[in-house]
């Protein structure tokens, strides 16, 4: 009889081994596949309230940029928002009304940073410093803004689809004076202001104690003295 219920036991203690070895309740494993990765998901949608100055938006199946908004709430009809647009392919403005809270699509717009490096001829040459790559830009892509571009001046290319489209320069620059009227006087104590002749060529009014060799802050928006570096 002692045999008979050592064995027994024994058997038991197998059994229990044995079942302690499955998961309890296998119901709550993860189940993944191991060579699955983690998905995400760019949404480039917004509306029309997210508008702002500088908001990228695409319609009709260009790229916008926001150059001016304004919401309106009349006192009748639904409120809607107001706005001007310039189109980064052809360089056009447009005025387009949005209702509010319409779902508009965000233009999918990559930004790099590349450096001024050169000229050459009529193009402007911007390098990436990582890989070295060189993008060239005609002059007429860059418009009156190449007045503010010196060598080795970061700026921001704009590309839509793989292709430039546009180019951001940094909102202040340093410049140098070389050159004003000498002929100019004034009560500098009061004011007043005279044209300078920078060395990127601009033009570029400035208060009377400015003299030639002085490096200036000018914001490139709207070309105006900020103050001497």
């Given at each position: 009889?002692?045999?008979?219920?050592?064995?027994?036991?024994?058997?038991?203690?197998?059994?229990?081994?044995?079942?302690?070895?499955?998961?309890?309740?296998?119901?709550?494993?993860?189940?993944?596949?191991?060579?699955?990765?983690?998905?995400?998901?760019?949404?480039?949608?917004?509306?029309?309230n997210d508008i702002k100055v500088g908001s990228?938006?695409?319609?009709?199946?260009?790229?916008?940029?926001?150059?001016?908004?304004?919401?309106?709430?009349?006192?009748?009809?639904?409120?809607?928002?107001?706005?001007?647009?310039?189109?980064?392919?052809?360089?056009?403005?447009?005025?387009?009304?949005?209702?509010?809270g319409s779902s508009i699509e965000q233009a999918?717009?990559?930004?790099?940073?590349?450096?001024?490096?050169?000229?050459?001829?009529?193009?402007?040459?911007?390098?990436?410093?990582?890989?070295?790559?060189?993008?060239?830009?005609?002059?007429?892509?860059?418009?009156?803004?190449?007045?503010?571009?010196?060598?080795?001046?970061?700026?921001?290319?704009?590309?839509?689809?793989?292709?430039?489209?546009?180019?951001?320069?940094?909102?202040?620059?340093?410049?140098?004076?070389?050159?004003?009227?000498?002929?100019?006087?004034?009560?500098?104590?009061?004011?007043?202001?005279?044209?300078?002749?920078?060395?990127?060529?601009?033009?570029?009014?400035?208060?009377?104690?400015?003299?030639?060799?002085?490096?200036?802050?000018?914001?490139?928006?709207?070309?105006?003295?900020?103050?001497?570096?």
């Open positions: 009889m002692r045999l008979s219920l050592s064995a027994s036991s024994s058997s038991l203690r197998f059994a229990s081994s044995s079942y302690s070895s499955f998961p309890s309740n296998p119901s709550l494993l993860p189940m993944r596949n191991p060579s699955s990765k983690p998905r995400f998901f760019k949404i480039y949608a917004l509306t029309s990228n938006v695409e319609v009709d199946g260009a790229p916008w940029r926001v150059l001016e908004f304004l919401h309106v709430k009349p006192g009748k009809g639904a409120a809607f928002v107001r706005t001007k647009l310039k189109n980064y392919l052809t360089g056009n403005t447009v005025d387009k009304t949005f209702r509010a999918d717009i990559l930004k790099e940073t590349k450096q001024f490096t050169y000229k050459d001829g009529s193009q402007f040459v911007f390098m990436d410093l990582n890989s070295y790559e060189e993008v060239r830009l005609d002059e007429k892509d860059i418009g009156d803004r190449t007045k503010w571009l010196k060598e080795g001046m970061d700026c921001s290319i704009l590309l839509w689809n793989g292709k430039v489209i546009d180019i951001d320069l940094p909102i202040t620059v340093k410049l140098t004076v070389v050159d004003v009227d000498p002929g100019l006087k004034g009560d500098t104590a009061q004011g007043g202001s005279k044209p300078t002749t920078l060395d990127t060529g601009a033009v570029v009014n400035v208060p009377l104690f400015v003299n030639v060799g002085d490096e200036i802050l000018v914001d490139t928006r709207n070309g105006v003295y900020m103050s001497r570096a």
